[in-house]
């Protein structure tokens, strides 16, 4: 992911508005590795002295279009495994996509297999 200030310019240069809660996410994705929720993110801004001074209420809304903003924009990767919430990996350039997989040739052995008893 972007830094949050290149990420204020693409969101300006998208038509998109850059308040200062988006900035409060951006900053908190920035550098993330923890693949969070919407939820707890939510939480870590809420709880942020910073946000609690300025933005005493930050709305989940707002945490969840950021979050999709971002994906759409390339920026972060939702990830769904069908149950339980989504997650979102900022930390998508230089890495291989999730569902892409690997092939490995195999390698015969001559070894005899072991018996089930």
Avoid at 49 to 63: D, E, I
Avoid at 76 to 99: A, C, E, K, M, Y
């Amino acid at each position: 992911m972007r830094s949050p200030s290149e990420l204020t310019g693409a969101f300006r240069a998208g038509g998109l508005k850059v308040t200062r809660q988006r900035q409060l996410l951006l900053g908190l994705l920035y550098g993330n590795d923890e693949h969070p929720t919407a939820e707890t993110l939510h939480a870590s801004a809420s709880a942020s002295a910073s946000a609690s001074a300025r933005m005493p209420g930050l709305p989940l809304r707002t945490v969840y279009q950021t979050l999709t903003d971002l994906a759409s924009m390339g920026e972060l990767r939702q990830l769904s495994f069908g149950t339980g919430p989504t997650r979102f990996d900022p930390n998508v350039h230089g890495q291989p996509p999730i569902n892409q997989t690997r092939e490995y040739p195999c390698q015969s052995s001559t070894a005899p297999r072991p018996t089930r008893t």
